[in-house]
């Protein structure tokens, strides 16, 4: 099938990117239009076309969200057949392809986390982890991670560990204690007897792609059991084979009590999002009150059904070995890049297919950005790091395609530095 693109795309784009300073963001627009970046009209696979047809290849992959690519047809199709059934749950009947997301879900976690919530974001999944927390322990407290990042909603945005997004809605949820990531000790100083729970990313996402070290988790997992504290894994971002293992947790072979996902979980083609944990905290959290947490769209057949289709695809396709597989041989290839330039870029580091690559300056990893868009790949920042630039294309990611990648990346940091010697920057 040839893609319907726009007749007048240069129209197009004007009209749009003027509707979006009028109507959405006037300082995003501005951004986008000064990187040169046009409307967004067609994806396929590891691809995205702009409204002019030019094609970009997804390195960033939507902030981890297009594990499958983009319109993985497994996914497009089982989401047709549900939608010529019933896409939107009445709320008073059984759900059948919530229910067997809800099975499937318990099968691949770790431990006993046999009960899942189904929602629509991760901000979303992180609120009702807190919840659960609090209404499982009877306590209030938090102890989250400086540069950890659960989503902007006021009670995700009170465990997040970014001030310029926090300050402006202060006062934020009381209770909320952060410390550095990867330091246990600074954990083992606050935890208490008053603490519901400690929440934490296995790899720091927006935070940088920050790997702790390796007895970290570990070390977190003995302190909550020794202050009846819950462990909530917060794997909206390493979960489902980022990391190129099924979890982020399974690194550290660590079992937390709430897990919470998102982003992936849909297939790339549907919103959804969940947090999971063992039966007694789902006694405790639902027991007295089963519509004590609720959602309205929460595990609609439709998104629940991707999920579902998702979750095969992964297993049939070896999703998670293929991440780990491409994403070894792309982080070889950029630490070599990063070993010619080190006055250039800092350190390259990750897992599987989730990498970041930190520059010395902020400016150098936006000039490369924007040097890579002209050269047809799509990378971005992370949220809390600016310094660091984010490597999470889709997991079904080709050798050829990371190879190209990476050739465009060392071509764009050459380019890069070539212009900060030239007029000074930096
Ligand atoms: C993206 C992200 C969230 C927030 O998810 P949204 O769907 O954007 O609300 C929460 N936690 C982590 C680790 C994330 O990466």
């Known amino acids: 099938m040839a893609v319907p693109f726009p007749e007048q795309p240069q129209q197009l784009s004007d009209e749009i990117a003027e509707l979006t300073e009028r109507h959405l963001n006037p300082g995003l627009a501005k951004v986008l239009r000064f990187a040169g970046l046009d409307v967004e009209w067609y994806a396929e696979g590891c691809y995205i076309w702009d409204a002019q047809g030019r094609r970009f290849l997804d390195c960033l992959g939507g902030y981890g969200m297009f594990a499958l690519g983009h319109r993985h047809p497994k996914v497009v199709e089982a989401v047709r057949r549900q939608l010529d059934l019933m896409p939107m749950p009445s709320k008073i009947m059984f759900n059948a ?43 209030t407290k938090f102890i989250a991670t400086l ?8 009670g995700s945005l009170s465990v997040s560990g970014r001030e310029v997004y926090r300050k402006p809605f202060e006062p934020l949820v009381p209770g909320c204690i952060h410390v550095p990531f990867g330091d246990a000790d600074a954990v083992a100083a606050h935890i208490d007897h008053d603490t519901a729970a400690v929440i934490v990313e296995p790899i720091q996402g927006e935070g940088g792609i920050r790997i702790p070290p390796d007895d970290y988790l570990p070390r977190l997992r003995e302190l909550c059991d020794r202050y009846g504290a819950l462990l909530i894994a917060d794997e909206v971002q390493t979960g489902l084979g980022r990391t190129g293992r099924w979890w982020g947790v399974d ?41 004590l947490h609720t959602s309205t769209f929460g595990g609609n057949e439709l998104a629940c059904a991707a999920g579902l289709a998702a979750l095969q695809v992964i297993e049939e396709e070896g999703l998670v070995e293929n991440a780990q597989v491409v994403g070894t041989a792309l982080l070889n290839g950029l630490r070599q890049v990063q070993a010619e330039y080190p006055d250039f870029i800092q350190e390259v ?33 992370t949220l809390n790091n600016p310094k660091v630039i984010r490597m999470e294309p889709p997991l079904i990611m080709t050798r050829e395609q990371a190879e190209f ?3 465009v990346f060392a071509d764009s940091v050459v380019a890069a530095r070539n212009l900060v010697q030239e007029v000074g920057i930096g």
């Open 147 to 154: 540069g950890g990042y659960h989503g902007k909603t006021l």
């Open 251 to 291: 690194h550290t072979g660590v079992i937390p009590d709430i897990v919470t996902l998102a982003k992936s979980l849909g297939g790339g083609v549907l919103p959804i999002g969940s947090f999971s944990a063992s039966e007694p905290l789902w006694n405790a959290m639902f027991g007295d009150n089963p519509l």
């Open 405 to 407: 990648a990476l050739q």
């Open 97 to 139: 392809p919530q229910a067997r997301l809800a099975a499937r879900l318990a099968e691949r976690l770790p431990g006993n986390l046999q009960y899942s919530f189904f929602c629509n974001s991760g901000a979303e999944a992180v609120e009702g982890a807190l919840k659960l927390a609090r209404k499982a322990t009877g306590r």
């Open 349 to 381: 580091r990750g897992r599987g297919l989730m990498i970041g690559i930190e520059f010395h300056e902020p400016d150098f990893g936006e000039l490369t950005i924007t040097n890579m868009i002209q050269r047809g790949v799509i990378a971005a920042y």
